[in-house]
């Protein structure tokens, strides 16, 4: 009997191939139904994987890359892409090379997985929270489940529960205890692919306004820790988006002990010189306007007051006598827009764990602990962790895929 601890994308995907490999499987599930964190990525699409080559593939890691390499070639996006097909669900590759289902449900990804396991005859316990892994002379043997007395016993158990990162879909930390009571070294853990919250006031008058084409640059102290080009978001707190979650991946270490700092370019195609006769042509248009009522060709309607208010310039003052070196200011200000980020947002915001069960600990090869002989290790409960764009559940597939299939019963 394999148990696999966990119903979410890397438990699923292990129980299946576990099962196809002819072993006798049973899931345990501490919520009410399989795949809740599932459900709500990619804004409930489901981002399966990204189509991208082995190469960017491999550059989207943030930690631990080296040691997908048996993961990713056993099982690739390609193949992920095949696997989904093959059970009935319809894939199409967007922008970014990301991959969705054609339906844009993430339900559609978690009713193909689940029909496979009904296929596979693989017992699935709902409601049913783990609270130990019994080992014996150095082999997971079985595990206690809550309000049982006696143990469910294994030849092997799978531990696929997810990090800390949405807490509310069950993922409260569960596999590091385990790992720590079996003698294993979980890393620091941190929020990732998270949110900032901003000091600034004003961002609170840009809530909901989405700018593309921005580039983004984040330094922690005096030391340049990111800069990408894409798509961001103002929000109630701060500042989201593509561009914001990708650059938590990097802060992670700085966050506690260095003032933080985001830098927004918002016209990154245009040098300061360009930018500058690009104002100096509207200004001329509305020569007679006031300030406030010449940047409509510039900017969003919404960030317009923001940047009035902070260029310092009167917003009543006629277009034709702001000065050069006012002008040259408000081109400074949109080249180089400064934000103070208070802190990361917290694990109910993060859509991953940095951090985790160390993989020097883990055979590459098969998922296997090193320590504990039969107990494997899969998915989010990994230290490894991904840039947004399907990299984080490519790492569940790949790594759910090795253990189900190198998994023994003794």
């Known amino acids: 009997m394999v148990i696999v601890i966990g119903g979410g994308a890397a438990g699923m995907m292990a129980a299946i191939f576990a099962a196809r490999n002819g072993h006798q499987v049973r899931l345990l599930e501490k919520n009410e139904k399989l795949g809740k964190k599932l459900y709500i990525t990619g804004k409930g699409r489901c981002n399966i994987t990204n189509a991208s080559d082995m190469d960017n593939l491999f550059a989207n890691v943030i930690s631990n890359r080296k040691f997908l390499y048996s993961a990713f ?50 017992d699935i316990s709902f409601n049913t929270e783990v609270t130990k892994i019994v080992e014996k002379d150095g082999k997971a043997v079985g595990v206690i489940i809550a309000g049982k007395k006696e143990m469910l016993p294994a030849d092997a158990v799978i531990v696929a529960t997810g990090g800390m990162s949405y807490p509310s879909t069950g993922s409260t930390g569960d596999g590091y205890r385990f790992a720590k009571e079996l003698g294993h070294k979980v890393t620091k853990l941190y929020q990732s692919l998270v949110p900032f919250q901003i000091e600034e006031e004003y961002v609170r008058e840009l809530q909901g306004l989405s700018l593309k084409n921005v580039s983004l640059k984040v330094y922690a102290g005096k030391k340049k820790v990111y800069d990408d080009f894409g798509e961001m978001l103002f929000t109630h707190f701060g500042i989201s988006g593509p561009l914001v979650l990708s650059a938590s991946s990097f802060l992670t270490s700085f966050v506690d002990r260095e003032e933080i700092k985001a830098y927004i370019d918002l016209k990154p195609a ?30 969003p309607k919404k960030m317009i007051p923001v940047i009035v208010e902070l260029s310092g310039i009167n917003p009543e003052k006629p277009i034709n006598s702001i ?7 408000v081109v400074r200000l ?41 107990l494997y ?14 990299y984080n559940l490519q790492i569940a597939w790949s790594t759910a895929y090795l253990a189900g299939t190198e998994v023994k019963e003794k």
């Open 334 to 374: 949109l080249k180089n827009m400064e934000l103070h980020v208070e802190r990361m947002r917290g694990y109910n915001e993060a859509i991953i764990t940095k951090g985790g069960v160390s993989v020097k600990e883990i055979n590459p090869s098969t998922m296997e602990s090193t320590l504990v002989e039969g």
């Open 323 to 329: 000065t050069k070196e006012e002008r040259l200011g």
């Open 73 to 122: 070639y056993g099982f690739d996006n390609m193949q992920t892409i095949q696997f989904f097909e093959e059970l009935g669900c319809k894939t199409k590759i967007e922008r970014g090379e990301r991959v969705f289902p054609v339906s844009d449900k993430s339900s559609d990804v978690i009713n193909a997985l689940h029909r496979e396991l009904q296929r596979l005859k693989v």
């Open 270 to 299: 245009l040098s300061e010189e360009q930018l500058d006769d690009r104002i100096l042509r509207d200004f001329s248009e509305m020569k007679n306007k006031q300030f406030k009522n010449g940047l409509d060709k510039l900017l």
């Open 377 to 390: 290790f899969i998915g989010e409960v990994l230290d490894l962790d991904a840039l947004t764009g399907g």
